[in-house]
């Protein structure tokens, strides 16, 4: 009686934890109260980068918060940035001003918490860049963070379908938002914890719609998407698989088995996979055969930032994923942060270091 008892009690919680997993995956409401923060309550901790919050609509409608975060440039610091080598027309003698370059860094964030709380981290960040920037041509750089349905003041319900589709409208209204005829955009993608699966599901889209964009012959009919210059994973979960197992070490203990029946996978060796298969794809196989332009399909260079005592993630995590990563030919540079804890690789100095001189690295040389 007593092992059936046992049994029962461990298949009813299986049942739960199946039938829970969204609630248990996507913690929007932890800790308590974090859907109702605003960004004023972190003000004094950013300054001096000021932040708004924006409202778009995911590809179903559904709406999103945006946290959008930059350091107010002043007119005269503008001008000078804007036009910093102007060249002269020799018939003329007028200054030929070169084209702006905007770098926005779209961060999308772990699975816990509200957006408004990681503004802090992200400010330092920011600041850093801008101490550390010496590419006059870059006018500005910018944060912007994505609030997935179901957190913080985004409508509906965490789903991995339906953050697939925020995470497209998201780049798809940065593209659309900061691109102008004036100015050359650059996109860096940054993803933590669970949003690093996010941004490695992201990009496998994204890049492959821009480069049908850029391969069709009706191109006057289609909005050219901006390039993603950079992709940065920080403390990455590698698939809900591996995470069942390191969260539960134990044999005996039949959670690490589940994996089957959860339909979250959020499994970035996948999509690293995908990206490759995709840049190894004959130029016969895109969406426009018959297009005569042959351009080269590259993938941006990744870099995988790990911290040291990572309480989440286990150690192996970010090396498999590298060993991955080189196995498929992708670009990739890997930081572990040391003394670093899940959350904490942008706040050492170290770890900032390293990830502004990724981004800023990211500015100079685009690749097609």
């Known amino acids: 009686m007593f092992i059936g008892l046992l049994l029962g009690l461990w298949t009813w919680k299986c049942f739960w934890i199946i039938v829970m997993q969204n609630k248990l995956l996507y913690l929007s409401w932890l800790p308590p ?85 990681r503004l802090p981290i992200l400010s330092q960040v920011l600041r850093a860049i801008a101490e550390t920037s010496r590419c006059a041509e870059v006018s500005q750089y910018t944060i912007a963070a994505l609030s ?40 860096v993608v940054w993803g933590h914890s669970l949003g690093a699966a996010v941004a490695s599901s992201a990009v496998s889209t994204y890049i492959a719609r821009q480069h049908e964009g850029r391969t069709s012959s009706n191109t006057c009919s289609i909005k050219l998407l901006a390039p993603i210059s950079r992709v940065i994973l920080e403390a990455p979960t ?31 060796k996948a999509k690293m996979k995908q990206m490759a298969t995709w840049r190894d794809q004959p130029l016969s196989q895109i969406s426009n055969p018959g297009a005569t332009a042959s351009i080269p399909r590259s993938l941006p260079p990744i870099f995988l930032l790990s911290a040291e005592k990572d309480e989440v993630i286990p150690s192996y995590v970010p090396y498999q994923l590298e060993q991955h990563a080189n196995s498929l030919g992708l670009e990739i540079e890997r930081k572990d942060v040391l003394g670093a804890m899940h959350i904490e690789a942008p706040l050492k100095l170290d770890g900032r270091k390293a990830l502004v001189q990724f981004i800023l690295n990211g500015t100079s040389v685009l690749k097609t």
């Open 33 to 117: 109260f974090t859907r109702s923060e605003v960004i004023s309550d972190y003000e004094a901790e950013c300054r001096p980068v000021r932040w708004e919050e924006k409202q778009i609509r995911s590809l179903d409608g559904t709406k999103l918060a945006v946290c959008e975060g930059h350091i107010p440039v002043s007119h005269k610091d503008h001008k000078s940035v804007s036009n910093p080598d102007a060249l002269q027309n020799k018939d003329h003698g007028k200054p030929i001003p070169k084209r702006k370059k905007s770098v926005v860094i779209c961060y999308f964030q772990g699975n816990g918490g509200s957006t408004p709380m």
């Open 148 to 187: 997935y349905r179901g957190y913080w003041t985004s409508s509906g319900r965490a789903t991995q379908s339906g953050i697939e589709m925020d995470a497209q409208a998201f780049l798809n209204w940065i593209s659309e938002t900061y691109a102008s005829p004036e100015t050359d955009l650059e996109i």
């Open 238 to 268: 590698s698939s809900i698989k591996d995470m069942l197992i390191s969260l539960y070490p134990q044999k005996w203990l039949p959670y690490r088995y589940l994996w089957p029946f959860s339909w979250n996978t959020w499994d970035i």
